[in-house]
């Protein structure tokens, strides 16, 4: 005789706990096989539910397959390079931070979008290479769809272009961002400079008007440097230094000294009782300020507790 449908639906709960995906299909289809197969009441509802079970489990599988694409956000920004296949992101990345990352003289190197942090001035901030968008990404071709996913959480946007090829292909993966509705701060870094004319900077220029040009190669640290630094002015943060502390905090543009301590410290802010400052900010090195004194990039802050 069956058990009440009440008992059979707590036991068939707690025989799927901790199971996801194939186990939990596999599962879901073994108590349907032991169901009693009747076409109403009761019975029929647990088999109705199961097989609801079954499909939710199969587009959750789906889904938790997209979610592997994320990236787990680190330090204060994310910047995403984005160019189109073998334009140099992943040796840009390689050379911007310290990770080891797969790179090779064909396109579509890199399948899966590939974070790195990168030290900007004592703040960590995380860049992410976005493999080549391609054509129709917006239409989800190629995958592309969860690709600009990833985009859409991205802070700013560094697109990278090889300054030995043609713009054309630059041009069509901006178009994909602007089609998928996104719109970050973004500069042009001109990749593998070290190859390439030297009007390059020109040419590339006039193409993507409007658009700052940062040359780099990754055989020249200066020109890192200066990718570095343009890019940490893309994310709209500003360093701050504590007096005596170590590596400076970064803020949004527009906080101020009550702001910074609230950074510190919970308590910090709760005991502030004003702050002295050195720097852009400081009418004069040292000065003395109150709780609505908005810092500034590069200032040095020392607060005061009661
Ligand atoms: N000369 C020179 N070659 C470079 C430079 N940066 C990258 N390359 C070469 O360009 C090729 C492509 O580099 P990747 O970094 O794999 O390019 P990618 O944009 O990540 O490519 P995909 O991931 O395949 O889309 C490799 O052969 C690199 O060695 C550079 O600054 N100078
Ligand atoms: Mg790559």
Redesign the pocket.
Known sequence: MPMPHRTQMTLIKRRLVGKEGAERVRELRGILSELPNYKNGPYADIRKWVLGEIDATRSRARIVYRDSIAVRREGAAQIALV?P????????LHALSDVQIK????????LRPVPALVRIEGVLVQFV?I??LLQGASDDHGGGRAYLGVLREADAIVY?QDATAVPDDLRSVMREVARAGIARPALLAL??C??ASSDAIERFSGAFPGLLVVA????DDASLGRLRAAAWRLTGLIRVHVRDGGDPFALPTGSTVLDLAAAIHSELARDFAGARVWGPSARFAGQRVGRDHVVREGDTVEVLTA
């Open positions: 160019g296949p073998n334009a140099g992101k992943s040796s840009l790179i090779g003289n064909y396109a579509f190197t890199t290479e493999p080549g990278c990749t593998k070290d190859d780099t190669s990754i055989l």
